[in-house]
Nanobody, 127 residues
Framework: QVYLVESGGGSVQAGGSLRLSCTASGGTYGTNCMGWFRQAPGSEREGVAT????????YYADSVKGRFSISQDTGKNTIHLQMNSLNPEDTAVYYC????????????????????WGQGAQVTVSS
């Protein structure tokens, strides 16, 4: 079992920045892909960015390329999502996810690939 706890959500004006963090505990052995998803009210959960945990490879949804950056600190079992140039369309609950048994697939953000999920962190961007 892997437990994921997100932090760093909040409210910001359009054009601003926020940084989300996700710390894993309970056993990260075998975790190959971690990532961030988001869900806005009335919408389906969608992938934002993924990273091959303990390895190289980062992947982004087209909507956030050039604005968001995912990184990892394996010594602290933590991944981060740096979000810049935020706009109101980025408003959502952001979820951290971890998957075992496979590395991230470039450009593919399939919920079924992830075994563990965090509780979510609210990000609100006002115009």
């Amino acid at each position: 079992q892997v437990y994921l706890v997100e932090s760093g959500g909040g409210s910001v004006q359009a054009g601003g920045s926020l940084r989300l963090s996700c710390t894993a505990s309970g056993g990260t052995y075998g975790t190959n892909c971690m990532g961030w998803f988001r869900q806005a009210p009335g919408s389906e959960r969608e992938g934002v960015a993924t990273i091959n945990y303990g390895s190289t490879g980062t992947y982004y949804a087209d909507s956030v390329k050039g604005r968001f950056s995912i990184s990892q600190d394996t010594g602290k079992n933590t991944i981060h999502l740096q979000m810049n140039s935020l706009n109101p369309e980025d408003t959502a609950v952001y979820y951290c996810a971890a998957g075992r048994g496979r590395y991230c697939v470039p450009g593919v953000f399939r919920l079924a690939h992830f075994n563990f999920w965090g509780q979510g962190a609210q990000v609100t961007v006002s115009s």
